[in-house]
């Protein structure tokens, strides 16, 4: 008998198929996600243009809290959701003809407001704490009596009482330098260009009364960078998947090769 010599191989593998691609389970669960970050994407910006209006400040009246040429959000709101504390925009022609204005809302219709008591601002007789306010500055330039609120009205200043043109500009007027609630077209919610994120809670004013509640910035935040992340995830499974499944490939063959 001539010597019959025996070579054992094992099977190749040429499935390139749904292992390849990382299975049609994988496929489906990376398409909801891409599908599902758009909506998150998508709808985070959509609420986000309804809720807000940007607005570039061209003057330092609101420093440190604004400076000038910062871009901020302000969210939509009606006059009448305004509290004591809040930064505002808004447009009253007796102030500035044809354009807005951006001033911090210090007392509301009925309020009694003056300065200044131990050098602070006061309202219904209280002192109110403002560490909005540039660090070693008085709550006011200059001393004014007793301001009586009208309903319906407010009573603004400039965070930069040094060189604000605010409500104490305005005493002589016959509003006595308030504006009228309805005049509020926006409540600043954020300073976005140079980033320095959510205006800072009034606490100062806690004493007085409910703060307005912080806008939904941070929600639309959250949806916006969850939907980000799905869409790149769900996106980077084939190609990551597809490239899984070339290294096995090659593996089997390497390993079949190697079997005599």
Same mark, same amino acid.
């Given at each position: 008998?001539?010597?019959?010599? +025996?070579?054992? !191989?094992?099977?190749?593998?040429?499935?390139?198929? +749904?292992?390849?691609?990382?299975?049609?389970?994988?496929?489906?669960?990376? @398409?909801?996600?891409?599908?599902?970050?758009? #909506?998150?994407?998508?709808?985070?910006?959509?609420?986000?243009?309804?809720?807000?209006?940007?607005?570039?400040?061209? &003057?330092?009246?609101? !420093?440190?809290?604004?400076?000038?040429?910062?871009?901020?959000?302000?969210?939509?709101?009606?006059?009448?959701?305004?509290?004591?504390?809040?930064?505002?925009?808004?447009?009253?022609?007796?102030?500035? +003809?044809?354009?807005?204005?951006?001033?911090?809302?210090?007392?509301?219709?009925?309020? !009694?407001?003056?300065?200044? &008591?131990?050098?602070?601002? !006061?309202?219904?007789?209280?002192?109110?704490?403002?560490?909005?306010?540039?660090?070693?500055?008085?709550?006011?330039?200059?001393?004014?009596?007793?301001? &009586?609120?009208?309903?319906?009205?407010?009573?603004?200043? @400039?965070?930069?009482?040094?060189?604000?043109?605010?409500?104490?500009?305005?005493?002589?007027?016959?509003?006595?330098?308030?504006?009228?609630? +309805?005049?509020?077209?926006?409540?600043?919610?954020?300073?976005?260009?140079?980033?320095?994120? @959510? =205006?800072?809670?009034?606490?100062?004013?806690?004493?007085? @009364?409910?703060?307005?509640?912080?806008?939904?910035?941070? &929600?639309?935040? =959250? =949806?916006?960078? #969850?939907?980000?992340?799905?869409? =790149?995830?769900?996106?980077?499974?084939?190609?990551?998947?597809?490239?899984?499944?070339?290294?096995?490939?090659?593996?089997?063959?390497?390993?079949?090769?190697? #079997?005599?």
């Amino acid at each position: 008998m001539g010597g019959e010599s +025996t070579t054992r !191989t094992a099977p190749r593998s040429g499935g390139t198929g +749904t292992a390849a691609s990382g299975g049609r389970l994988g496929q489906r669960l990376s @398409g909801v996600a891409v599908a599902l970050g758009l #909506v998150l994407f998508l709808g985070g910006f959509g609420w986000a243009a309804l809720s807000y209006r940007p607005y570039t400040v061209p &003057t330092s009246s609101m !420093t440190p809290t604004i400076d000038a040429g910062n871009r901020v959000l302000a969210q939509r709101v009606d006059g009448g959701e305004v509290r004591r504390g809040d930064v505002v925009v808004f447009r009253d022609n007796s102030w500035v +003809t044809g354009s807005d204005v951006v001033k911090r809302v210090v007392a509301v219709g009925g309020d !009694t407001v003056s300065c200044c &008591t131990d050098g602070k601002l !006061t309202v219904n007789g209280k002192q109110i704490e403002e560490p909005y306010l540039p660090k070693g500055t008085l709550a006011e330039n200059q001393n004014f009596a007793t301001v &009586t609120v009208p309903k319906g009205r407010l009573f603004l200043l @400039g965070d930069e009482r040094q060189g604000s043109l605010d409500s104490t500009a305005h005493l002589t007027d016959a509003a006595k330098g308030t504006v009228a609630r +309805t005049a509020v077209i926006a409540r600043v919610d954020a300073v976005v260009f140079p980033w320095k994120g @959510g =205006l800072k809670r009034p606490t100062g004013f806690e004493t007085l @009364g409910a703060l307005s509640q912080p806008g939904p910035l941070a &929600t639309i935040e =959250l =949806l916006i960078v #969850v939907g980000a992340v799905l869409v =790149l995830g769900g996106g980077a499974y084939g190609p990551i998947a597809k490239r899984a499944g070339r290294s096995r490939a090659r593996a089997a063959r390497a390993e079949a090769a190697g #079997v005599r």
